[in-house]
C-alpha cells in the first residue's frame, strides 16, 4: 500500500528523525584526541545505516513531502555537523570543509526555491555517491585504526569527497541552467 505523499508519521520518517534527535551524541563523542573511537565509529555506522534504511522504507512504502525534506536536511546534519567537529579537533581541513558545506547550503536553497515552484529536485547518483564518500571521510576519522596511524585515509576521503559533492553541485547547475533554457 503507497503513503499518501502529504503524509508525516511515516516508519522511514521516524527513523530520519531519530537521526536528527542522534546526530548530537555523535558529536559530543567525538574524541579531541584524534585517535579515534569505538563509539563514535559505532554510532557514526548506525547513523549511516539508518540512512539507507529509510530510504529503503520510502521507495517501497512511497516517498512523501515531509521526507523529502526531512532526508536530506538529516544528512547535512549528520555529515557537516561531524566534520564541523574534526576541523575542530584538526583532523579536517577547514578549506575543504568550507566547500563542501556551501556546496551543501547552495543546493538545498536551489531545492527549496525549486519547491516553491512546484519542481522538484532529486538527488542524482553522483549526489548519493558524494554522500557516501563523506560518510566514509567521517568513518575514516573516528575509526581507531585509521584516525591515529593511518590518518591518510581520512584525509584522502575527505579530498576524494570534496572533489564528488563539487562534481555533483556542478551537474545540478547545469541541469537548473538547461532547465532555465527551456523555460
Given at each position: 500500500m503507497a503513503t499518501d505523499?502529504?503524509?508525516i508519521r511515516t516508519w522511514a520518517n521516524a527513523i530520519t528523525v531519530s537521526r536528527l534527535l542522534v546526530s548530537p551524541l555523535m558529536f559530543a563523542i567525538i574524541p579531541d584526541d584524534n585517535v579515534g573511537s569505538w563509539a563514535a565509529t559505532g554510532l557514526w555506522f548506525v547513523l549511516c545505516l539508518s540512512d539507507l534504511i529509510d530510504g529503503n522504507l520510502a521507495r517501497r512504502q512511497g516517498v512523501t513531502?515531509?521526507?523529502?525534506f526531512l532526508d536530506p536536511l538529516a544528512d547535512k546534519v549528520c555529515v557537516l555537523g561531524a566534520m564541523f567537529v574534526?576541523?575542530?579537533r584538526g583532523m579536517f581541513s577547514v578549506w575543504l570543509v568550507g566547500i563542501i558545506a556551501t556546496r551543501?547550503?547552495?543546493i538545498s536553497l536551489y531545492r527549496v526555491f525549486a519547491g516553491a515552484k512546484g519542481v522538484?529536485?532529486?538527488a542524482s547518483k553522483a549526489a548519493k555517491?558524494?554522500?557516501?564518500a563523506q560518510q566514509v571521510a567521517v568513518g575514516f576519522s573516528v575509526l581507531p585504526w585509521s584516525a591515529a596511524d593511518?590518518?591518510?585515509l581520512a584525509k584522502g576521503s575527505l579530498v576524494i569527497a570534496?572533489?564528488?559533492t563539487l562534481y555533483s553541485g556542478l551537474q545540478y547547475a547545469a541541469v537548473a541552467v538547461q532547465a532555465r533554457k527551456q523555460a
Open positions: 505523499p502529504n503524509a513531502r515531509s521526507g523529502a574534526l576541523v575542530d551543501e547550503i547552495a522538484s529536485v532529486p555517491f558524494k554522500t557516501f593511518y590518518n591518510y570534496t572533489a564528488l
